[in-house]
């Protein structure tokens, strides 16, 4: 459904239930052997081709994003963009990780440190990044060795669909990566719990992402090893306009990470936190630049912010809002928004107090609060106040206050006169800690240990005092039995 | 040597002769500034931190904090060993208060800054006028991010226009020939200050908002008889300028008014097509418009951009090859002299030389075309140029410190540039030989590529989608259509499917 306009059909998808369920882990389980015996350069490889294909049918993808979760154009383009890049980047950590590392140079005996992959992981993805979440997890759970069932949105199945297309041309064996769509309520709960699944990554809600942290660490009958959890969630996140900012930029900024892609992004800002001193300066164009943005349907190239992605969101959405008025001042709300679709005027509340519930709760919306504080003092400890740690920044020109806000914020990723969204793979790994994640750093160099085992295989290799000169770095797989 | 070369050697030394004659220093206001920008050239890491501090420092309100900020751009330990830059600042200003900084950084931005407003302004086109030397008025203006704030200063430049007209009635044009291509009143305008949501993925949505934004103040400048000039900025706007002006220019009530001019920017690999389909089109509408061309104002920027993005630098990576390339389309422009009136906006004596010596060669009366210089640079290249004989005409910036910014940080990156003329010819002192050679013959042919090539990004990470490019956007457009397409159809096949 185009939640641009909500009678018209995107695509159809199936709803799977309890028995397909059991048969894609069935399916998982019985490719987990060969596909963990394959060579890392293989898995590597099938990264690299799934990016070109992807790189192919780039703008064809990007399309479809446009329509079945209303992204703007350019915000589109960055998702396969991702996409792209999470596949390349992965397959180049596993290289990096692949080969058996000498763990010390001692005469007489070898041991090598190396990973092994976990079994069988289930992928349960979020429809704001449709391609590039999605991808990023299960490309990382394939390429380490595991196999994988993945889930998409139930708000983004086409393109979810669409991946498995790709990973198919690709050359995926069968078994190794399963696609299956259908309620979290249903499968999902009954994944997570299951005996055979050994890896959880997820994207998404708090909410959700505590349950499913919760109910794997029950062990169920039948079990054979702990279940590993990797959970990004939500953020509730800020950015402090020093004195000294130039506001032209600090709000531009402040603009696009609050209402870009109508801050539906983990990333996306919530709280502007703005010193007394240029409080006045700063809302005088904060509004006007608000009223400025183009809300239409994305469908139209230069669209900044299109539909909230269904319903549910638009309710909850104006909920919050309802709650803004209570709580704080309205001191901005588009007044025109396209009757059909699920359109959310941009909205800026003031006198908004740290305790209130709409600068603590995620709101997921183009929602921002703006928060007057004395200091910068202050100004930290309001932006690090809140339970969650995923993005937050400084506009600043002073190096001093720059230095001090580096040191001290609490965030996954902080960022210095810049916009808040936009993470680039590899460039800027992407997650943050406190009830925002794990810190897994999705795009980071630490991200593929998460769907490995560590491993060490020592051998004394002293005959009668005789040993060998000196043992190698790094020596082949083990792997048996031995690949051509 | 050719015989053009020759000529344009002649002319250059002609020039240098005059220039030399009314000694007068590249940076007329002496002191603070002259040390300053000496400084910078000698020493990469302060003049860094100085540009970065002069864009800092309108938005400091106390003399406390502009103190404070002073100390953190230059105590760094950094510069300890690079002859202890902190000193060598309190040196040049022993008694460092916050209040006498800023006034001499607002003297520097006065240097290029030809007024507060519009009333300032006119005693210095005054006494230009006096001096044969004409202007056209840029309002300076904050980064536009709302559409309030666009709408004020479009009726800001409104309002200058209608000021400049009632103030220059009765001047008469200083060459007093071909007056009628060269109206004495010149606004020259830039577009990102007119409509707050340019994005160039969607180039007709700029056009549509652009338009009706422009149209009151060019049918106003038509009344009074005024010219009005389209800056160009950086590449994600080219595409964008240039619609626009072939748009509206081929509209009924503006299609046969003559005083209407674009800019070209030489940098620009593009610009050489760019070049040909404006003339193209002007042929076609039928009626003269004219061209400013430049070697263009944004190289740092745009070889950061596209490096940081991993995209193909549109601009060329060799000064010389600018410096070529502007020679080039002087031709052009000059061959086609018939549709366009040409201005040539450069403080380079070769380049300025080269113009002449072609325009003879061709046979086109100097009173045809202009050379434009900005106001606060190259004073004596400009009385120069008004002793032979040609049309001058001055950029004058108006507008306050803060939103001046911007625009100053671009001058003196300008005038401390490793590779600009004025800081090779005034404070360098290099040779009129060696000032005037053939610019295609300093470009190295290994020098093709980036210094620091965008191809490394690129292996990072996959470059976004250029917007600005029309092919890119082309392609994206096809496959939303095609998908809409396929969407609109079967949703309406299913709903006729549930009625039946
Ligand atoms: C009246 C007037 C109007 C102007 N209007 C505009 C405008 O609308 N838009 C705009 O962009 N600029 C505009 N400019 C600015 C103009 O682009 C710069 O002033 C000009 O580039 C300086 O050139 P020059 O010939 O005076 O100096 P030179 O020193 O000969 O040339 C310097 C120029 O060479 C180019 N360059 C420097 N390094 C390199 C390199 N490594 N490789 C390739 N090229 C290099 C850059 O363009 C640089 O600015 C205008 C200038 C004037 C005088």
Same mark, same amino acid.
């Given at each position: 459904?185009?939640?641009?306009?909500?009678?018209?059909?995107?695509?159809?998808?199936?709803?799977?239930?309890?028995?397909?369920?059991?048969?894609?882990?069935?399916?998982?389980?019985?490719?987990?052997?060969?596909?963990?015996?394959?060579?890392?350069?293989?898995?590597?490889?099938?990264?690299?081709?799934?990016?070109?294909?992807?790189?192919?049918?780039?703008?064809?993808?990007?399309?479809?994003?446009?329509?079945?979760?209303?992204?703007?154009?350019?915000?589109?383009?960055?998702?396969?963009?991702?996409?792209?890049?999470?596949?390349?980047?992965?397959?180049?950590?596993?290289?990096?990780?692949?080969?058996?590392?000498?763990?010390?140079?001692?005469?007489?005996?070898?041991?090598?440190?190396?990973?092994?992959?976990?079994?069988?992981?289930?992928?349960?993805?979020?429809?704001?990044?449709?391609?590039?979440?999605?991808?990023?997890?299960?490309?990382?759970?394939?390429?380490?060795?595991?196999?994988?069932?993945?889930?998409?949105?139930?708000?983004?199945?086409?393109?979810?669909?669409?991946?498995?297309?790709?990973?198919?041309?690709?050359?995926?064996?069968?078994?190794?990566?399963?696609?299956?769509?259908?309620?979290?309520?249903?499968?999902?709960?009954?994944?997570?719990?299951?005996?055979?699944?050994?890896?959880?990554?997820?994207?998404?809600?708090?909410?959700?992402?505590?349950?499913?942290?919760?109910?794997?660490?029950?062990?169920?009958?039948?079990?054979?090893?702990?279940?590993?959890?990797?959970?990004?969630?939500?953020?509730?996140?800020?950015?402090?306009?020093?004195?000294?900012?130039?506001?032209?930029?600090?709000?531009?900024?402040?603009?696009?990470?609050?209402?870009?892609?109508?801050?539906?992004?983990?990333?996306?800002?919530?709280?502007?936190?703005?010193?007394?001193?240029?409080?006045?300066?700063?809302?005088?164009?904060?509004?006007?630049?608000?009223?400025?943005?183009?809300?239409?349907?994305?469908?139209?190239?230069?669209?900044?912010?299109?539909?909230?992605?269904?319903?549910?969101?638009?309710?909850?959405?104006?909920?919050?809002?309802?709650?803004?008025?209570?709580?704080?001042?309205?001191?901005?709300?588009?007044?025109?928004?396209p009757p059909h679709g699920y359109f959310i005027p941009p909205t800026i509340f003031t006198d908004v107090k740290p305790n209130m519930r709409i600068a603590r709760e995620e709101i997921f919306g183009p929602v921002l609060s703006v928060l007057k504080v004395r200091d910068l003092d202050e100004a930290l400890e309001v932006a690090n106040?809140?339970?969650?740690?995923?993005?937050?920044?400084?506009?600043?020109?002073?190096?001093?206050?720059?230095?001090?806000?580096?040191?001290?914020?609490?965030?996954?990723?902080?960022?210095?006169?810049?916009?808040?969204?936009?993470?680039?793979?590899?460039?800027?790994?992407?997650?943050?800690?406190?009830?925002?994640?794990?810190?897994?750093?999705?795009?980071?160099?630490?991200?593929?240990?998460?769907?490995?085992?560590?491993?060490?295989?020592t051998e004394n290799t002293s005959r009668l005092g005789l040993v060998p000169e000196e043992t190698p770095e790094y020596r082949d797989e083990f792997l048996w039995p031995k690949h051509q | 040597m050719t015989a053009l070369q020759r000529e344009i050697e002649r002319r250059g030394r002609r020039i240098f002769e005059l220039v030399d004659?009314?000694?007068?220093?590249?940076?007329?206001?002496?002191?603070?500034?002259?040390?300053?920008?000496?400084?910078?050239?000698?020493?990469?890491?302060?003049?860094?931190?100085?540009?970065?501090?002069?864009?800092?420092?309108?938005?400091?309100?106390?003399?406390?904090?502009?103190?404070?900020?002073?100390?953190?751009?230059?105590?760094?330990?950094?510069?300890?060993?690079?002859?202890?830059?902190?000193?060598?600042?309190?040196?040049?200003?022993?008694?460092?208060?916050?209040?006498?900084?800023?006034?001499?950084?607002?003297?520097?931005?006065?240097?290029?800054?030809?007024?507060?407003?519009?009333?300032?302004?006119?005693?210095?086109?005054?006494?230009?006028?006096?001096?044969?030397?004409?202007?056209?008025?840029?309002?300076?203006?904050?980064?536009?991010?709302?559409?309030?704030?666009?709408?004020?200063?479009?009726?800001?430049?409104?309002?200058?226009?209608?000021?400049?007209?009632?103030?220059?009635?009765?001047?008469?044009?200083?060459?007093?020939?071909?007056?009628?291509?060269?109206?004495?009143?010149?606004?020259?305008?830039?577009?990102?200050?007119?409509?707050?949501?340019?994005?160039?993925?969607?180039?007709?949505?700029?056009?549509?908002?652009?338009?009706?934004?422009?149209?009151?103040?060019?049918?106003?400048?038509?009344?009074?008889?005024?010219?009005?000039?389209?800056?160009?900025?950086?590449?994600?706007?080219?595409?964008?300028?240039?619609?626009?002006?072939?748009?509206?220019?081929?509209?009924?009530?503006?299609?046969?008014?003559?005083?209407?001019?674009?800019?070209?920017?030489?940098?620009? @690999?593009?610009? =050489?097509?760019?070049?040909? +389909?404006?003339?193209?089109? #002007?042929? /076609?509408?039928?009626? $003269?418009?004219? !061209?400013?061309?430049?070697?263009?104002?944004?190289?740092?920027?745009?070889?950061?951009?596209?490096?940081?993005?991993?995209?193909?630098?549109?601009?060329?990576?060799?000064?010389?090859?600018?410096?070529?390339?502007?020679?080039?389309?002087?031709?052009?422009?000059?061959?086609?002299?018939?549709?366009?009136?040409?201005?040539?906006?450069?403080?380079?004596?070769?380049?300025?030389?080269?113009?002449?010596?072609?325009?003879?060669?061709?046979?086109?009366?100097?009173?045809?075309?202009?050379?434009?210089?900005?106001?606060?640079?190259?004073?004596?290249?400009?009385?120069?140029?008004?002793?032979?004989?040609? @049309?001058?005409? =001055?950029?004058?910036?108006? +507008?306050?410190?803060?939103? #001046?910014? /911007?625009?100053?940080? $671009?001058?003196? !990156?300008?005038?401390?540039?490793?590779?600009?003329?004025?800081?090779?010819?005034?404070?360098?002192?290099?040779?009129?030989?060696?000032?005037?050679?053939?610019?295609?013959?300093?470009?190295?042919?290994?020098?093709?590529?980036?210094?620091?090539?965008?191809?490394?990004?690129?292996?990072?990470?996959?470059?976004?989608?250029?917007?600005?490019?029309?092919?890119?956007?082309?392609?994206?457009?096809?496959?939303?259509?095609?998908?809409?397409?396929?969407?609109?159809?079967?949703?309406?096949?299913?709903?006729?499917?549930?009625?039946?």
């Amino acid at each position: 459904m185009n939640p641009s306009a909500p009678d018209e059909i995107v695509g159809y998808g199936s709803e799977a239930g309890i028995p397909e369920a059991e048969h894609v882990v069935k399916a998982a389980r019985a490719a987990f052997g060969k596909w963990s015996l394959t060579p890392f350069e293989e898995r590597a490889c099938l990264l690299e081709r799934a990016a070109d294909i992807l790189e192919r049918r780039r703008f064809e993808l990007s399309a479809v994003e446009v329509f079945e979760v209303g992204k703007p154009w350019n915000e589109a383009d960055a998702d396969i963009r991702e996409a792209i890049d999470f596949c390349r980047f992965y397959a180049q950590q596993m290289r990096r990780l692949g080969p058996p590392k000498l763990t010390q140079q001692v005469p007489g005996e070898e041991s090598y440190h190396h990973y092994w992959p976990r079994g069988v992981a289930f992928v349960i993805a979020p429809w704001n990044f449709p391609m590039a979440i999605l991808c990023g997890m299960a490309s990382a759970a394939v390429v380490t060795g595991n196999t994988v069932i993945m889930k998409p949105s139930e708000q983004s199945i086409i393109c979810g669909a669409m991946l498995m297309q790709v990973f198919e041309e690709a050359g995926v064996p069968p078994g190794v990566l399963n696609f299956l769509s259908g309620r979290g309520s249903v499968i999902g709960v009954h994944l997570v719990d299951h005996k055979d699944v050994d890896l959880i990554a997820f994207t998404g809600s708090r909410e959700v992402g505590l349950r499913i942290w919760q109910s794997a660490g029950v062990t169920r009958p039948g079990q054979r090893q702990l279940k590993h959890v990797i959970c990004e969630m939500g953020g509730k996140n800020a950015m402090i306009v020093d004195a000294d900012a130039d506001l032209g930029e600090a709000i531009g900024y402040s603009i696009y990470s609050a209402f870009g892609y109508q801050g539906q992004k983990c990333s996306a800002l919530s709280r502007l936190i703005l010193l007394e001193e240029n409080y006045d300066r700063v809302m005088e164009r904060l509004i006007p630049a608000a009223a400025s943005l183009r809300v239409g349907n994305p469908e139209e190239p230069g669209i900044m912010v299109g539909p909230v992605i269904d319903e549910a969101a638009y309710r909850r959405i104006l909920d919050y809002i309802e709650i803004g008025k209570k709580e704080a001042t309205l001191a901005y709300q588009a007044k025109e928004v396209p009757p059909h679709g699920y359109f959310i005027p941009p909205t800026i509340f003031t006198d908004v107090k740290p305790n209130m519930r709409i600068a603590r709760e995620e709101i997921f919306g183009p929602v921002l609060s703006v928060l007057k504080v004395r200091d910068l003092d202050e100004a930290l400890e309001v932006a690090n106040g809140t339970y969650y740690a995923l993005t937050r920044g400084l506009f600043s020109h002073s190096p001093d206050n720059i230095e001090r806000v580096k040191a001290q914020l609490e965030a996954g990723n902080v960022y210095i006169n810049r916009s808040c969204t936009g993470a680039i793979v590899g460039r800027h790994p992407f997650g943050g800690f406190k009830m925002s994640g794990g810190g897994t750093k999705a795009g980071g160099e630490d991200y593929l240990l998460q769907f490995l085992i560590p491993r060490v295989v020592t051998e004394n290799t002293s005959r009668l005092g005789l040993v060998p000169e000196e043992t190698p770095e790094y020596r082949d797989e083990f792997l048996w039995p031995k690949h051509q | 040597m050719t015989a053009l070369q020759r000529e344009i050697e002649r002319r250059g030394r002609r020039i240098f002769e005059l220039v030399d004659k009314h000694p007068e220093p590249l940076f007329s206001k002496a002191g603070f500034y002259q040390r300053l920008m000496a400084l910078s050239m000698r020493d990469e890491r302060f003049k860094a931190q100085l540009f970065r501090f002069v864009d800092v420092l309108p938005s400091l309100r106390r003399s406390s904090e502009i103190v404070e900020h002073l100390d953190e751009y230059f105590s760094d330990d950094g510069f300890g060993p690079l002859v202890g830059v902190g000193v060598r600042l309190a040196r040049i200003v022993p008694w460092v208060s916050g209040r006498i900084l800023r006034w001499n950084v607002s003297g520097m931005a006065r240097q290029f800054i030809a007024g507060r407003n519009p009333d300032d302004v006119m005693a210095t086109l005054r006494k230009r006028h006096a001096q044969k030397i004409g202007f056209t008025v840029d309002l300076l203006g904050e980064g536009v991010v709302s559409e309030a704030q666009a709408d004020e200063y479009a009726a800001r430049y409104l309002d200058l226009l209608e000021k400049l007209a009632r103030e220059t009635k009765g001047w008469s044009d200083p060459l007093g020939k071909n007056s009628e291509l060269f109206p004495v009143v010149n606004l020259s305008v830039k577009i990102s200050a007119l409509y707050s949501q340019i994005s160039p993925a969607d180039p007709a949505d700029a056009i549509a908002h652009l338009a009706p934004k422009l149209r009151p103040l060019l049918r106003r400048a038509r009344e009074l008889g005024a010219f009005i000039n389209f800056d160009m900025e950086s590449y994600a706007h080219k595409n964008i300028t240039l619609e626009l002006f072939k748009t509206i220019f081929t509209e009924e009530e503006f299609k046969d008014w003559p005083h209407a001019g674009i800019v070209i920017q030489a940098y620009l @690999r593009d610009s =050489e097509a760019d070049l040909r +389909g404006l003339v193209e089109w #002007g042929r /076609a509408r039928g009626t $003269r418009f004219a !061209l400013r061309l430049v070697k263009g104002a944004y190289w740092d920027y745009e070889t950061t951009k596209s490096r940081q993005n991993g995209w193909d630098c549109p601009v060329y990576f060799q000064k010389p090859e600018s410096d070529a390339n502007f020679e080039a389309l002087t031709r052009v422009l000059f061959e086609n002299e018939s549709i366009v009136t040409a201005a040539f906006g450069s403080h380079n004596v070769r380049s300025i030389a080269h113009t002449q010596a072609l325009a003879d060669e061709l046979g086109i009366d100097r009173s045809r075309f202009e050379f434009q210089l900005l106001y606060g640079m190259a004073g004596p290249i400009k009385r120069a140029l008004v002793e032979m004989g040609y @049309r001058v005409r =001055e950029y004058c910036p108006v +507008g306050e410190l803060l939103p #001046g910014m /911007a625009y100053l940080v $671009r001058r003196l !990156l300008e005038n401390t540039s490793n590779e600009g003329f004025l800081r090779a010819k005034f404070a360098e002192n290099l040779s009129a030989e060696e000032l005037l050679r053939e610019p295609r013959e300093l470009v190295k042919p290994d020098g093709a590529s980036p210094p620091d090539s965008a191809s490394v990004v690129r292996k990072q990470a996959q470059p976004r989608t250029k917007m600005a490019r029309t092919k890119c956007r082309a392609h994206c457009a096809k496959c939303a259509s095609a998908l809409a397409k396929s969407i609109h159809s079967s949703s309406a096949a299913k709903k006729s499917g549930r009625m039946s």
